[in-house]
Every structure is written in C-alpha cells, then in structure tokens.
C-alpha cells in the first residue's frame, strides 16, 4: 500500500514566505519572471485555501473547482494588506474575477489566501457550487468526470507521467490532475512539484480534501494505477492545460503592460481535448 507522506522532499528552494506573496506588480512579475517562484508559493500553508473540499450537488464536493480557484490565485492574486476590506455585499465581483481567471486581481485588506479564504468561507463556497452546476451540469462538464480508465498498463502510464514531470519541472508549470477513481468518481488535485528517481517519481501536490497541507505521492514505473485509502485505485490525467495558458498569458500581458490585456481565444475550458 502507497502512503502519504507530510514532509519535505527537497525539491523547493526556500525563498521566505513573505517574498513570494505579492503586494505591488513588481513582486508579482518577479514571480512569473521565475516561474519556480509560483510553484513554491504552494508550499506555504499561508498560500493555500482555508477549508476543504465540501458542499456541491448532493453534497459530493467540488474538488475540480476548488483546485482551479487555488490555481488561480496562485498565478493571480495581489494582495494589498494596507488597503481597506471591501463590503461582502461587493465580494462577489471579486470572486468572479478570481473565477473567471482574466485578469490580475488585487485582494484588499488581506495578507495571503489563508486569510482571505476563512474570512469569505460561506461567499467562496457558494461561489465553487454555482461554478459546479453551471460548468458540471448545464454545460455538460459532467461527462469529463466519467471519462478515462482506473487501470493502465504501466507502458502507457509511465509515458503519461513522463509527460507529467516534463510539464511541472522543465515547463514550471502547476498540473492539475483529474484523479479517475472506479464507478463515477472523479477526483481533483494539483501537482506543483516532482522528483525523479531511479524508479519512478515523486509528486509533490495539493489535494481540496486536505488544503492546508503539501503531500506527497511515490510514482513507480511498473505501477498500473495509483493508490490511496479512501480514493482506492486512479489514475491521474493532466488536464485544464489550456486554462493554465490562459492564466499564464494574463499576467504576461500585465507585467508587459500594466494593465489587463487578454485576447479573447481561449475555449471553454471544459470541452479542451
């Protein structure tokens, strides 16, 4: 049986926490100018949403959204602690704009996520069930949640994370993975982090179900699935690749310009290939 284990692996460099969260768009393109910095970032519990996954249609979560809004404000977000809180009745603007993914967004009154999310658990959290049911129900983003297989054959898994290592280490991206576990469960998770090793890999990832902590998975290459207690047997499958361009592209185009400047090519994420 595969375990998880809740220490550091040594692949992160210890850039200080208070570097990596950005108040000004100097320290935010500094972030993206390195793009390791951004994958550091979710190595501070400070950086990752207060609550976990719960809520959504008939209770069974929303760990795709979740993750994505996490991902979003790892690329994202300025935080301008100084500046005053703007009323609850204004939150949900914000939330969109950190929903929706483009534009750079500037969080008042607030130091990191970690606070940011506690103080709008209720108004986030009705946020992520309304996303669920508009791109999970009436967009028919339901079908993704059913598609791909429990088990491979470790001939097609190994190049599939090999792919997976290339996109997190050499591209500096972070991954999020649909996790396809048997019957009609599909969960989510974000992988920011990987480790080579003589058999296999080590992810380093960010699950909804345990938000605040930084996780580890040992990846070996004869493997046919993944295995944890409680998900049982998944494979892992990179997705929302395009949505990771988007967001990229957006702060891009704010570092070269000072403003918001996103062309309108992006499809619907839930129908990408």
Known sequence: MKSLVLFSIGFFSFSTLANLIPSTQNEFCTNHQDKSRIQ????????LMSFKNDGGVFDGGVCWWHSRFQRNMAYLAIFKPESPIIPKKEIRNLLNQIRNGKTVVIVPGFLNVKDFTQNYQKE????L?????LEGGLQGGWQRGIQGKTSLDPKVLSPMMD???????????I?????????????????????????GYILSYVDSNAPQEVLTYHYKYTDRSFFIKGYGNFVPYLEFVKEEERLTTVAKSYCQTGIN???????????EK
């Open 40 to 47: 550091d970032y979710l190595e501070f519990s400070e950086n």
């Open 124 to 127: 986030i959290q009705g946020l």
């Open 129 to 133: 069930n309304d996303w669920q049911i």
């Open 163 to 173: 792919r997976l290592y290339d996109y997190v280490e050499n591209q500096k991206k």
């Open 175 to 199: 991954a999020y993975q649909k996790l396809q576990i048997k019957g009609i469960t599909a969960h989510a998770w974000l992988v920011h982090r990987m480790k080579k090793m003589e058999d």
């Open 261 to 271: 400047l996103l062309p309108d090519v992006f499809e619907n994420p839930i129908y």
